[in-house]
DNA sequence: CGCCGAGTTGAACTGAATCAAGAAACGTGG
DNA sequence: CCACGTTTCTTGATTCAGTTCAACTCGGCG
């Protein structure tokens, strides 16, 4: 996706899961890419409990770049779910005065791309079921449930470990 | 916001109160900025509800670009709830091989802005309720109420038009 | 071993959906 | 400008998906 871009000479930086990335309320929100590993981005409200916005896996991108248009301290926090290799990118890499034109187009379609995944999400939040939720989840990704435990699924797909728990079964028992 | 685009020439088109933009399951997505009105982007879902995705007024813009980046079929609706003029883009418009670095910045400006909007629609729609849903509608677009019929907003907001007028008599006796 | 976090299961509860009926508002045509 | 039918909004009764709370199992790790 962005890969070209990469190839400018820039370093990966290294970390260990449950490693943070970025929290809530800083100034800044630098976007990550993923080499290999896997990334969440997520909020805590008000009740304590977390809601995932994200995952990142190899060759996704997570950030707060939203929360730079509003010129807003960041919300979101973002953090390591396996040990990850990742591209760091400061917010001016987004907005080049720079010369070369691909890099824009490049910019633009992952930018576009990242939308599309976000109205659907938008879509799926406001029409379909917990588990027309959860089963179309798992097409889009068919290995993370490998990857991610239970509850944070559940976490993503803004429903409790409970109730995702016996979704599952119902699912297993085809009813 | 996406003003000094327009001075390139574009004219506007009028569609009265009702018309429709786009369909679904067209192959290209155009993007329509309003000049003046009010345009309504939405889906039916196989039970026949509609699920308003975003509403469009003065300076803002409708557009189902997100499916061009998956190169399928639109998935919206655009129509117009007022009378309106609206300029339309062509997608070619928003990736262009030009020369002016200025537009591109715009662009870019425009869409994160909007995947701002979206974030926040995201992590809502997850982590409040009906009422907080409804609550922080009305602080982010405070004229909407008054242009814009309540099971609309009902539509927007994700719930029924019922639960949406217990909740606002609930407000308007405050408890 | 024993502990601890992750997942499961079940009972009671609750916010919102559904269904139904009536009241208000709102074009449109005469 | 009024009368009409149609859509919009409200209110209440019932139902249901998903939450909350609590108890129990399991697998991993000290």
């Given at each position: 996706m962005l890969d070209q871009l990469l190839k400018k000479g820039l370093k990966t930086k290294s970390f260990s899961k449950g490693e943070m990335l970025q929290r809530e309320g800083q100034k800044s929100a630098k976007v990550f890419i993923v080499k290999k590993g896997l990334l969440r981005s997520y909020i805590i409200d008000e009740k304590g409990k977390e809601h995932i916005y994200m995952f990142a896996s190899e060759g996704w991108l997570a950030s707060d770049i939203e929360s730079q248009s509003f010129k807003s301290n960041t919300v979101l926090f973002i953090d390591?779910?396996?040990?990850?290799?990742?591209?760091?990118?400061?917010?001016?890499?987004?907005?080049?005065?720079?010369?070369?034109?691909?890099?824009?187009?490049?910019?633009?379609?992952?930018?576009?791309?990242?939308?599309?995944?976000?109205?659907?999400?938008?879509?799926?939040?406001?029409?379909?079921?917990?588990?027309?939720?959860?089963?179309?989840?798992?097409?889009?990704?068919?290995?993370?449930?490998?990857?991610?435990?239970?509850?944070?699924?559940?976490?993503?797909?803004?429903?409790?470990?409970?109730?995702?728990s016996t979704i599952r079964n119902k699912i297993a028992k085809n009813r």
């Open positions: 390591a779910i396996e040990d990850s290799e990742v591209y760091i990118l400061e917010p001016s890499d987004l907005t080049p005065n720079a010369e070369s034109l691909e890099d824009y187009n490049l910019i633009v379609d992952t930018l576009m791309k990242r939308m599309g995944v976000m109205q659907r999400r938008i879509l799926s939040l406001m029409s379909a079921s917990a588990r027309e939720r959860y089963e179309s989840f798992l097409q889009i990704y068919p290995e993370l449930p490998n990857r991610v435990p239970l509850k944070m699924i559940a976490a993503y797909l803004g429903i409790t470990p409970e109730a995702l």
